[in-house]
């Protein structure tokens, strides 16, 4: 696994199933490299409990009306971020072409380098890992993911590309 080639780049995007080691993975091996994640659960999560009075936020609350203002709040500390010097990782399903894109919008427009790290790994040990999860994804909705999920393409305009299978 070259990851030398990432640790150069301004934005890099580590994308997968959920359950697919994402979170660990990006911790494991981009904590102490001196980037700012950004994490659409986690904004979820607070926005959640700021909305209800400290209410702990749990997967079966999500409501897709909700999400063009997350969308807009990540794309608002990634521009902060980005604008403030700030290398960042950004931790996020991204399991298809368009739903990267805007990632490469954001990097391209504000000049900036962006890298995709795309953790293959298989349905039947994400299903497993989120099962021994105290908040987690309901199987049917890893399934679908995985049905519509895209490897990043050449063509698709990332700077470095890697795809990690069995992580």
Same mark, same amino acid.
């Given at each position: 696994? /070259?990851? &030398?080639? $990432?640790?150069?780049? @301004?934005?890099? %995007? *580590?994308?997968?199933?959920?359950?697919?080691?994402?979170? !660990?993975?990006?911790?494991?091996?981009?904590?102490?490299?001196?980037?700012?994640?950004?994490?659409?659960?986690?904004?979820?999560?607070?926005?959640?409990?700021?909305?209800?009075?400290?209410?702990?936020? /749990?997967? &079966?609350? $999500?409501?897709?009306? @909700?999400?063009? %203002? *997350?969308?807009?709040?990540?794309?608002?500390?990634?521009? !902060?971020?980005?604008?403030?010097?700030?290398?960042?990782?950004?931790?996020?399903?991204?399991?298809?072409?368009?739903?990267?894109?805007?990632?490469?919008?954001?990097?391209?427009?504000?000049?900036?380098?962006?890298?995709?790290? $795309?953790?293959?790994?298989?349905?039947?040990?994400?299903?497993?890992?989120?099962?021994?999860?105290?908040? !987690?994804?309901?199987?049917?909705?890893?399934?679908?993911?995985?049905?519509?999920?895209?490897?990043?393409?050449?063509?698709?305009?990332?700077?470095?590309?890697?795809?990690?299978?069995?992580?």
């Amino acid at each position: 696994m /070259k990851l &030398e080639p $990432f640790y150069q780049l @301004d934005v890099v %995007l *580590v994308c997968g199933l959920p359950a697919s080691g994402k979170s !660990h993975f990006s911790e494991r091996f981009f904590h102490r490299d001196n980037r700012k994640r950004v994490n659409r659960k986690e904004i979820r999560r607070n926005l959640h409990q700021m909305f209800e009075f400290g209410e702990q936020w /749990k997967e &079966e609350y $999500f409501d897709n009306s @909700d999400e063009g %203002l *997350v969308k807009h709040v990540e794309r608002r500390i990634l521009e !902060h971020l980005l604008h403030s010097g700030k290398r960042v990782l950004v931790d996020n399903t991204s399991v298809s072409v368009s739903s990267r894109k805007s990632y490469l919008a954001i990097a391209h427009q504000m000049q900036k380098s962006i890298g995709v790290i $795309f953790l293959n790994t298989p349905l039947k040990r994400c299903i497993e890992r989120n099962n021994e999860r105290a908040l !987690h994804v309901p199987d049917v909705i890893i399934a679908n993911l995985s049905a519509a999920a895209e490897l990043p393409r050449a063509d698709e305009g990332f700077d470095e590309r890697l795809i990690i299978n069995e992580y």
